[in-house]
């Protein structure tokens, strides 16, 4: 992945502005202390210090996802809005997805769709390195080269996918709710979203 960081950090409560993404105008409010290793120009994430692991749940915002085939191929053909990105991701093999319903991303509520995401039960093995019975890669980003975003099941993720402008030229702005099973997603959600709706920078509604 391309600039930015990937050592812990801790952050206390309040408020936080990123370093790199979003050029370093997305700020966040933490009701408590939280910890990152993600801030670059095309993810930030972040996850409760309490949570004593970056592996039980954690919030991403991302910029132009891109779609990956089971192969591990990007595809080109999807365009680069929300609509596209939804269409594709729901006759993709190996996952299931919710119907999409309609929500708000940070404190100027700028209009999104979100589903949750999880591994099909009938699903194929993406990746053969995987530590649980079956991976899932359907994410990367531009500049991203090998890496890839993926769960193992008992994982899931909810996803937010927005169309923004910025910088004069328009986006694709996505923030998920990832955690270790149905469970505990349901359980992290509500700290979460309220990181989420706390959100602040520079964009438009695209």
């Known amino acids: 992945m391309r600039g930015g960081r990937s050592r812990a950090r801790d952050h ?26 993600e801030d670059q120009g095309v993810e930030f994430s972040a996850w409760p210090s309490a949570a004593g692991s970056v592996n039980l749940h954690r919030v991403l915002f991302w910029s132009d996802i891109l ?11 999807i365009p680069n809005t929300s609509a596209g990105f939804l269409e594709w991701l729901r006759a993709r093999p190996n996952v299931d997805v919710s119907d999409p319903q309609p929500a ?23 990746d053969p390195g995987c530590p649980s019975k079956v991976c899932v890669s359907p994410i990367t980003w531009p500049g991203a080269g090998d ?50 709706a706390s959100a602040t920078a520079p964009l438009e509604a695209g």
């Open 12 to 37: 206390s409560s309040g408020e936080y502005t990123t370093q790199y993404f979003l050029d370093g105008k997305l700020t966040v409010t933490f009701d408590e202390p939280w910890q990152s290793t």
């Open 67 to 77: 779609p990956v085939d089971p192969h591990g191929n990007v595809v080109t053909s």
């Open 147 to 196: 890496n890839l975003y993926g769960i193992a099941t008992p994982a899931t993720f909810r996803l937010y996918l927005c169309d923004v402008r910025y910088g004069g030229t328009d986006h694709l702005l996505a923030v998920a709710i990832e955690a270790k099973d149905h469970a505990e997603l349901m359980a992290f959600s509500p700290t979460a979203e309220r990181v989420i």
């Open 104 to 126: 708000t991303i940070g404190r100027d509520k700028l209009p999104a769709i979100v589903v949750e995401v999880a591994i099909a039960a009938d699903a194929d093995n993406e």
